[in-house]
C-alpha cells in the first residue's frame, strides 16, 4: 500500500495553515525568548516545509535561518511564496551543514516524522556550536503503551509517530543535552481538532481526506483516541551541563 505523506495534503494546509502545525508562531516566540535569540545567531529550522518558520524568524526577529525539509513538493511552494529565505532538501539523519554551524535548531512538530529519532538527536549535536539550543514542539502519547498499533499504517504524519516523552527525553539526555524546559501544550492541539471536526464533520472524515484513503481514518482515529495524543515544547541545550 503506497503510503501517503500527509503533511504534503492541501487539507492539512487548510486547517493547519502556513505553519503546518498546531499554535501557529506562538511556541516559537516562547522559544526565541527562552534561549534569547537574537540577529547575531544562525538557525536551522528542521523539517521546515514550506519555509514558514525561516520567513518568521527573519520577518520578526531578525534572525538569520536557514531551513531543511525532504520535500521537494514544499520547498517548491515556500520558494514561490516567500522571498529571500533560504530552503535546503535534506533529512534529520543526515543534515547537510558541517559540524558547529548553528546556534539553534528548531524542530517543530517534526520530530515525530523522523525515521530514527536517536540518529537525529546526533546529527542535530553535531551541527550544533557548544552550548547550542535545541527546540522541540511535537505530539506525544499519555498512553504511550498503545503507540504500538500504530507502526503498522501506512501514512506519514506526526500523528503516527506520537512520542513517548520520557524516551525522547533519555535519549536527549545520552546525546549530550540537557533538558532546560519542558511545557504540556495540549490546548493548542485540542484547538486544532476542534477546527478539524467544524470544518470536515469528524476527524476520520478528515483523515481520510488527508491520506487520500492510503488508510481507514475511523480506525486511524480510534488508535489516536487509545494513545490519547497530547502536545509539547522542550527546550535542550547541547554542552557539559555546567551552565544554569
Keep these: ?27 516559537t516566540d516562547k522559544a526565541v525568548e527562552f534561549c534569547k535569540f537574537s540577529s ?15 520567513n518568521y524568524l527573519h520577518e520578526k526577529h531578525g534572525i538569520k535561518a536557514v531551513g531543511v525539509d525532504p520535500s521537494e513538493k514544499l520547498i517548491d511552494i515556500g520558494v514561490s511564496k516567500y522571498k529571500n529565505i533560504n530552503l535546503v532538501k535534506g533529512k534529520g539523519e543526515q543534515i547537510p551543514f558541517p559540524d558547529e554551524s548553528f546556534n539553534g535548531v528548531f524542530a517543530e512538530c517534526t520530530m515525530s ?4 529519532a536517536n540518529l537525529v538527536i546526533e546529527e542535530v549535536s553535531r551541527v550544533l556550536k557548544k552550548d547550542g539550543w535545541f527546540v522541540i514542539t511535537d505530539v506525544y502519547a499519555k498512553n504511550p503503551q498503545f503507540t504500538n498499533k500504530l507502526n503498522a499504517l501506512s501514512v506519514n504524519s506526526c500523528m503516527r509517530g506520537l512520542h513517548n516523552l520520557e524516551l525522547l527525553q533519555e535519549s536527549l539526555v545520552k546525546g549530550g543535552f540537557k533538558i532546560m524546559f519542558l511545557e504540556d501544550c495540549s490546548d493548542m492541539l485540542k484547538e486544532l481538532m476542534v477546527k478539524v471536526i467544524f470544518s470536515y464533520g469528524s476527524m476520520s472524515v478528515f483523515w481520510n481526506k488527508t491520506t487520500e484513503c492510503s488508510l481507514d481514518g ?19 541545550r547541547k554542552g557539559d551541563g555546567n551552565f544554569e
Design 1 to 27: 500500500m503506497k503510503c501517503c505523506n500527509a503533511y504534503e495534503s492541501k487539507h492539512m494546509r487548510d486547517v493547519t495553515g502556513i505553519t503546518l502545525r498546531p499554535g501557529k508562531f506562538i511556541l
Design 40 to 54: 547575531k545567531d544562525f538557525i536551522m529550522d528542521l523539517g521546515s516545509g514550506m519555509g514558514a518558520t525561516v
Design 218 to 236: 475511523q480506525e486511524f482515529h480510534k488508535i489516536l483516541k487509545l494513545c490519547k495524543p497530547g502536545y509539547f515544547i522542550m527546550i535542550a
Design 113 to 116: 516524522l523522523m525515521d530514527d
